[in-house]
């Protein structure tokens, strides 16, 4: 079963210094029908004016990866990490007790784009801990590239959950077809560029959930960067 999320559906807020689109309820925007996809609790495509940004605030018991598209990003947090970064590098938190931190656009001139990612973890109350690695497109080009996941495969981050995110760019005519295992459910976030999965098309902002089916057929129309979480 494949159920379609278009982009223009996501929540939407607008404060000047930050555009926010939401995929799933947050802050404002509450919507029973989209409250997360199993511990999928959160993708939020941000837009941060120059000189602006989040302030320090708190979290806990959640896994927090910020998957950056452009511009740097500047990261602060009570544990004594302090550092400014730009993609290719994808950065991940485990708030676990408690964690304090402020991330800031580090530029002033240039906009920072990014999408924030939360996952409920598997685990509660641990220490917080960091992480910050480069995935560089040579990585992704047509393939699957492990982005985070529960041990640390490949050299992708380590989150403290039964789930895998996956990260792709393919070109146009080519595709990026995946194997979900059975009782497994997987979310299909287009970053940027045309697919169409299974015969739907998707766009930049698009996503798919997906549950109980077995291979997936997904098709670039057009340059294109995908996200894959594989899902308990």
């Known amino acids: 079963m494949i159920t379609l999320r278009k982009a223009a559906a996501r929540g939407h807020a607008d404060h000047g210094w930050l555009r926010s689109w939401h995929s799933f309820s947050f802050a404002d925007y509450h919507d029973p029908a989209h409250m997360n996809w199993g511990p999928l609790r959160v993708i939020n495509e941000d837009i941060v004016a120059p000189g602006t940004g989040f302030g320090r605030h708190g979290h806990r018991d959640m896994e927090i990866v910020t998957y950056l598209l452009s511009g740097p990003l500047r990261h602060e947090d009570s544990m004594g ?5 730009r993609a290719p590098e994808v950065q991940r938190m485990s708030a676990g007790r408690g964690v304090m931190h402020s991330e800031f656009n580090a530029s002033d001139s240039e906009p920072v784009h990014l999408l924030q990612i939360w996952i409920e973890p ?12 480069a995935f560089p497109d040579a990585a992704k080009r047509d393939r699957w590239c492990a982005i985070a996941s ?36 997987a979310y299909l976030h287009v ?3 045309a697919v169409t999965l299974d015969g739907s098309e998707l766009t930049g902002g698009d996503a798919a959930m997906i549950a109980d089916s077995g291979h997936l057929d997904i098709a670039a129309q057009d340059t294109t960067e995908l996200l894959l979480f594989d899902l308990p």
């Open 81 to 85: 990490h302090g550092a400014t970064f």
């Open 122 to 133: 598997d685990v509660r109350g641990i220490a917080p801990e960091y992480e910050q690695k």
């Open 150 to 185: 529960p041990d640390g495969r490949d050299g992708s981050l380590t989150i403290h959950q039964d789930a895998l995110l996956f990260a792709t760019k393919v070109g146009a005519g080519g595709t990026a077809n995946y194997e979900l295992a059975a009782g497994r459910r």
């Open 191 to 193: 970053v940027s560029g």
